[in-house]
């Protein structure tokens, strides 16, 4: 319950730049100094930042710097040979996920026409499928989070339990040495873990920049992954640790 507030709050902060501990405490349903408790805890892991009465966004939130058209300029070459490489993966009739990213969304752009069922919390997919009529589309609840163009928390978290999925395509800011995968964005992290739990099989896309890229937030190991949809560029000690972990990894 813990983990979930604490999501919920930094996709509070987030949407408003500034919110209240009185704002906190009604929406989430727990005491004034439990709020207290959270915000200090948040400060101190440097997601947000205390102020007088409530919390505010910190200035070096990768979420505020980097918002979704940015990222979305970068290495786009790449990440298109990866979401075609994912889309091959993907058979008429199923039911896939796709998780938050640019990634995903051109992912998403190759499987226009199919016969499936698409599962996000992206509005980025939805913006790419909507008008598709072959394609079956779920959009999961939550608190929009404008600047990623996506729905995250606990709304979102809970819906994804409620479904099962043949494929999960899970987008990540990074693997490190140590065979974790990480990301750098707070809120996410606890939907991807959901579309792992829900899916007979997860799919990682991530282009070779991002391996060992970055992230300061553990997503899972990567043993939990059943595919690595990648490119060259990636580094070919990691690739070789995911493969002895038993890591399909497809270079593209």
């Known amino acids: 319950m813990k983990v979930q507030r604490h999501s919920e709050i930094v ?5 408003g730049g ?6 906190l405490s009604s929406a989430l349903d727990v005491s004034a100094s ?3 408790r959270d915000l ?5 892991a440097g997601v947000l930042t205390r102020v007088h009465g409530g919390a505010a966004v910190t200035a070096a939130d990768p979420d505020r710097s980097r918002p979704f058209a940015a990222v979305a300029r970068s290495d786009t070459r790449d990440k298109s040979r990866v979401a075609a490489a994912a889309a091959a993966r993907v058979r008429d009739g199923e039911v896939v996920a796709l998780d938050i990213g640019t990634t995903t969304a051109l992912l998403a752009a190759e499987l226009r026409g199919r016969n499936i069922t698409v599962v996000t919390n992206s509005l980025a997919v939805l913006d790419v499928l909507r008008f598709d009529e072959s394609v ?10 404008r600047s990623y163009h996506s729905l995250v928390g606990v709304l979102t978290e809970d819906a994804v339990h ?12 990074g693997i490190s040495d140590g065979g974790q995968v990480m990301d750098s964005t707070f809120v996410e992290v606890p939907v991807k873990r959901a579309f792992i739990a829900a899916a007979r099989e997860v799919v990682l896309v991530a282009d070779g920049h991002k391996i060992p890229g970055s992230g300061s937030l ?6 939990q992954v059943d595919v690595l ?3 060259a560029g990636a580094d070919p000690l990691i690739l070789d640790e995911c493969r002895s972990r038993g890591v399909e990894v497809v270079l593209s």
């Open 11 to 15: 996709a509070r902060v987030r949407e």
């Open 18 to 23: 500034t919110v209240s501990v009185s704002e």
């Open 34 to 36: 439990t709020i207290r």
């Open 40 to 44: 200090f805890q948040l400060d101190r």
């Open 136 to 145: 079956e589309l779920i959009l999961l609840g939550g608190m929009v989070r």
């Open 162 to 173: 409620q479904i099962g999925v043949d494929r999960a395509f899970i987008g990540t800011s």
């Open 218 to 223: 553990r997503v899972c190991r990567v043993d």
């Open 229 to 231: 949809v990648t490119t």
